[in-house]
């Protein structure tokens, strides 16, 4: 029976009691009138006091329970400072911990389904922070990887505000909290990156910053930056989560980076096993050539590409096209006289990520723009350890190569 039916008994017990008391002096029995009146008052006051400060708060905290059971919160007002105003502090914390229970089960499962669903550490990490920005909601997020050859910090992905603020590459020893972090392998806060004096100021509205390792043991993988627009605007609860959480991601990102790596591997095995077959199988030497082009234009995903080879028999650099394909007459003329190796005894690959900004190009810049080609890059043709050619692979669109494309390159030119 609930503390409401029992009060409405209650109440009809005193209605009872008024209609009885006329009767009362037919039985002998003598009532002052202002005893009644006390008596009568005294139990209506207390009624009233034991329904707005006893059973209206305790239904409120049933309703909020019943609530919370399934899933549904909301926050419980309790205005007195005595015990039901402590029982509805309780259960204020109580229902805090659980929604904070449930907003963090519910940004690990989904994270683990990203992690899942996504082999590429890239496509994983914008997930991820889109998971993080919409559960946590602060200024910005952003994954850095750690490219220790290169002795700096790679952007993966950033998601928030203001992204002209953003830096896509960070040279290890500048002074930074994400240097700090790394340098001393540890998370770093800063509740006001205004007063510290290991901040860069970069974005005017970035007031507090928290950087978390993504590591297993001593070897750091990354670094996930969460940046706020208020002072000591990072919860505790939020980096001691984001703690908790980053050996996972970082254990999902080696997973994904060797398995990357198995692919690729596995890839450039099959391209190299189709040249040699290529190379077995024809004796004709403009039918071999033209077979490994093809499968060069397969695996780096253009168009255009050439091949040209010295003649041995004559002196000087100039080199003659064999074979190209998707190139014009007017870029095979002038490719045949660009030499990009001084010393043919130390040929290594050329790289060329942007050919608008390369001077080292000369005249060759000026058509290679004219015919659209914003990438390439020049692989040495070696035989016995002597420069006989080069093979030329060029892109429409700019084109960052990997270290196993190059290596596959390579490999290729000196069968």
């Known amino acids: 029976m609930s503390l409401k039916v029992k009060f409405v008994l209650f109440l009809l017990f005193i209605f009872v009691v008024l209609l009885v008391m006329p009767s009362v002096p037919k039985l002998g029995i003598v009532a002052e009138p202002i005893f009644v009146f006390t008596v009568i008052f005294f139990a209506i006051s207390a009624g009233y ?7 209206n708060p305790i239904e409120k905290y049933k309703i909020a329970i019943d609530r919370a059971i399934k899933g549904q919160y909301f926050d419980v007002e309790y205005k007195s400072g005595d015990e039901i105003g ?3 502090g309780k259960l204020n914390e109580l229902i805090n911990k659980l929604k904070r229970r449930d907003l ?18 890239e496509d994983a990490s ?15 997020f952003s994954i850095y990887l750690v490219d220790k050859e290169n002795q700096k910090f790679h952007l993966v992905h950033s998601v928030g505000s203001e992204s002209k603020y953003i830096i896509p ?3 290890f020893g500048q002074a930074g909290l994400m240097d700090y972090a790394y340098m001393f392998r540890s ?8 007063n510290d004096q290991r901040y860069i100021r970069r974005d005017p509205k970035v007031k507090s910053e928290f950087h978390v390792l993504l590591a297993l043991e001593d070897n750091v993988l990354g670094i996930l930056s969460v940046e706020s627009d208020k002072i000591d605007g990072i919860k505790a609860e939020d980096r001691e989560f984001l703690s908790r959480i980053a050996p996972q991601i970082t254990r999902a990102f080696i997973n994904s980076e060797l398995y990357n790596q198995a692919i690729k591997r596995l890839s450039q095995l099959n391209v190299l096993n ?13 039918e071999i050539l033209e077979s490994v082009l093809r499968l060069m234009m397969e695996n780096y995903n253009t168009d255009k590409i050439a091949i040209f080879l010295k003649d041995l028999s004559a002196e000087g650099k100039t080199l003659t096209s064999t074979i190209s394909i998707g190139v014009s007459d007017r870029l095979i003329k002038i490719a045949e006289s660009y030499m990009p190796w001084r010393d043919e005894g130390r040929v290594s690959p050329v790289v060329i990520n942007e050919v608008e900004g390369e001077r080292s190009l000369f005249n060759f810049r000026d058509v290679l723009l004219e015919e659209g080609i914003k990438s390439l890059i020049f692989f040495p043709i070696v035989y016995r350890e002597k420069f006989i050619g080069r093979l030329d692979v060029y892109f429409s669109s700019q084109r960052l190569l990997e270290k196993e494309e190059i290596d596959l390159g390579v490999s290729i030119c000196s069968e």
């Open 49 to 55: 006091i034991f329904i707005w400060k006893v059973l």
């Open 86 to 88: 402590e029982l509805g």
């Open 104 to 121: 963090e089960n519910f940004i690990v499962s989904r994270i683990d389904h990203v992690l899942l669903s996504n082999v590429k550490i």
């Open 126 to 140: 914008e997930e991820i922070l889109k998971i993080f920005k919409e559960g946590l909601g602060y200024y910005r």
């Open 169 to 171: 590459e960070i040279p």
């Open 187 to 194: 998370s770093v806060y800063s509740p006001d990156v205004q």
């Open 274 to 286: 189709k040249v040699s077959q290529a190379i077995g199988f024809k004796t004709d030497l403009e």
